[in-house]
């Protein structure tokens, strides 16, 4: 599952707007009144205005060789939310280790070096290292529910959990990241885990859909077929 493009909505475009392109050095491909568009690797991020708006936890795919200097990269440029002393927290069972950051809208931010991945790197670490958006946060009270309809209208399988507490579905490219919100909370902050609205296009297996978060409830829609 590749990630296209992900929406999410906040109340402070122009402090979000700031951030992505003064702190992270991010150039905006489209800006209006309304929204921000950045590039990230093969996705795009889209920020757009809305009276109400809660956060989110999404994640960003670099070379599988580069998280010592992401690290250092992002320390001259944010504070890193660490696990405990942990500042470069290592997922063994999904083989990949990951950096937390929060951005303007104290949305969860993840930088991810995912070691399956045959994607080193030995150019020096900056803000082109940014690959893709590789996940996009789901918290619901029905996890079974947002895998079925994920499984049958885009043909994704689980990559890890279950229907409990946590499931990834998808792959090491792109992942829906389920949890319950009544159980879980976000890692490694604790923060609340919120509904939030987003809209995300993704490209499966040659076909690309248009998937759609909105008052806690999922939907899909093929877009196109490449």
Not at 34 to 42: P, R
Not at 166 to 183: H, R, S
Request: charged share 25%; hydrophobic share 35%; with cysteine.
């Amino acid at each position: 599952m590749k990630i296209k493009e992900l929406k999410i909505y906040t109340t402070k475009l122009i402090e979000q707007t700031r951030f992505y392109a003064q702190v992270l050095d991010l150039k905006p491909i489209h800006q209006s009144q309304n929204s921000v568009s950045f590039i990230i690797g093969t996705s795009v991020l889209k920020i757009e205005y809305q009276k109400t708006a809660t956060p989110y936890h999404f994640a960003i795919n670099i070379p599988s060789n580069k998280e010592a200097e992401a690290l250092t990269w992002l320390k001259t440029k944010v504070n890193i939310l660490k696990d405990r002393q942990d500042e470069i927290i290592d997922f063994k069972r999904w083989n990949a280790k990951a950096i937390y950051f929060y951005d303007a809208d104290t949305n969860i931010v993840e930088l991810i070096a995912r070691k399956n991945l045959n994607n080193t790197s030995t150019r020096d670490f900056d803000q082109n290292s940014f690959l893709e958006i590789s996940e996009i946060g789901i918290p619901t009270t029905n996890i079974k529910r947002e895998f079925i309809l994920l499984n049958k209208n885009c043909g994704l399988d689980i990559y890890d959990g279950s229907f409990e507490r946590f499931c990834a579905i998808g792959n090491d490219n792109g992942l829906f990241i389920c949890i319950n919100k009544n159980t879980k909370d976000w890692f490694p902050t604790n923060d609340k885990a919120y509904s939030s609205d987003f809209e995300v296009i993704i490209n499966e297996k040659d076909q690309e859909y248009k998937i759609e978060y909105r008052n806690e409830q999922l939907s899909a829609l093929i877009t196109s077929e490449e």
